[in-house]
């Protein structure tokens, strides 16, 4: 009797326990799918591409029901210190486009102490050696092909114009220390030369920093080398920003519009000026911000919660050239028209 009351209790108490356990983990479940974080981390936050970038990072977060925590890196200390805060705040893995790609090994090494996944976006990582660290899981630009479609987009022009060869130059805005950068204004300069510019009609400048100021300085001291002859000009650079300056220092030294074309690359950051009637910048080969943002931090939401690593090479290069002429739907399009 007394044996039967102790298995009794010891059962319902057994029960009990069991329940409150199922209780406790479908709670905890529950919660692990509301709170599944992952970090966005970008070099240039002021630069509309990377505001894009974190817009559609955004969408999928409402999507699919994460959360993107969305943080400037504009220098290495700056991204170290954001690995640690994303730790500290619970997130499982982070997608990055990094201010310097020679950090690839400090940001990885961050990483793994902090259990966190990475997955790089637009600029790769480069090891101590300078060569790309293949195994970090990258989604970038098809960088020569892309810059090959920007040259021949400016050639085309150039000839719908019935520009004169012998009096057309190109000024190249270089920033060569970055791969995805350096392929691009390769890829253009391939698509001049075979379109039959001179070799000696194109003139490279580098860019010390990666915005409009450090691209208008770069053309303004190429500029300066032209030969009297030189009346016609093609601008070309990685990015929107780096042809952008380019036509501002055109513009202050003396150039009409109808005697400039500048075509940029992104097409984000070419919105404003489209918008105005008329300059020598004449359009972007618009990328797909949509796929950079939205599906990476996709691609990270589902690494965290499946397992399932995104490719280690993602190589982007659906390009739209925006003019004045059709920029309004191009975008509009993507979602991106204000
Ligand atoms: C680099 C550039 C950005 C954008 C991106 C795809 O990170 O700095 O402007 O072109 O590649």
Redo the contacts with the bound molecule.
């Keep these: 009797m007394s044996a039967h009351r102790l298995s009794v209790g010891f059962t319902l108490r057994a029960l009990g326990c069991a329940a409150a356990l199922f209780a406790a983990s479908a709670l905890s479940s529950l919660a692990g799918a509301e709170e599944v974080k992952i970090g966005f981390l970008v070099?240039?936050a002021e630069?509309p591409?990377?505001q894009t970038e974190w817009a559609f990072a955004e969408k999928a977060g409402k999507d699919k029901g994460f959360t993107v925590i969305k943080i400037a890196v504009p220098d290495g200390e700056k991204t170290l210190a954001a690995i640690d805060t994303l730790a500290a705040n619970g997130a499982k893995g982070f997608v990055i486009?990094p201010p310097d790609t020679s950090l690839g090994p400090a940001i990885m090494a961050k990483a793994r102490l902090n259990g966190l996944k990475v997955l790089a976006v637009?600029?790769r990582f480069v090891d101590a050696h300078g060569q790309p660290m293949e195994d970090v899981p990258y989604v970038?630009?098809a960088a020569f092909k892309i810059g090959q479609k920007q040259g021949l987009a400016m050639v085309e022009e150039a000839k719908r114009r019935g520009w004169d060869l012998s009096a057309t130059y190109a000024v190249i805005n270089t920033f060569d220390e970055?791969d995805?950068?350096k392929k691009r204004t390769d890829g253009s300069v391939d698509s001049l030369k075979a379109a039959g510019l001179p070799a000696d009609h194109i003139l490279f400048t580098a860019q010390k920093t990666?915005d409009v100021p450090g691209s208008m300085d770069a053309t303004n001291s190429a500029l300066v080398k032209l030969p009297g002859t030189a009346t016609h000009l093609l601008i070309g650079g990685?990015?929107?920003?780096a042809v952008l300056g380019g036509v501002r220092a055109t513009e202050s030294a003396g150039f009409k519009a109808a005697n400039v074309i500048g075509v940029g690359?992104?097409g984000t950051?070419a919105i404003g000026e489209l918008k105005k009637a008329d300059s020598g910048f004449f359009g972007s080969m618009l990328?797909s911000p949509d796929t950079?943002g939205y599906e990476t931090a996709r691609q990270m939401f589902e690494w965290v919660t499946t397992g399932k690593e995104p490719a280690k090479y993602t190589a982007l290069d659906n390009v739209t050239l925006i003019t004045r002429a059709n920029f309004q739907q191009e975008l509009t399009r993507i979602g991106l028209w204000k």
Aim: aromatic share 8%; net charge negative.
């Design positions: 070099k240039q630069e591409w990377f486009c637009d600029d970038g630009l970055l995805t950068g990666l990685m990015n929107d920003s690359i992104n950051d990328l950079s």
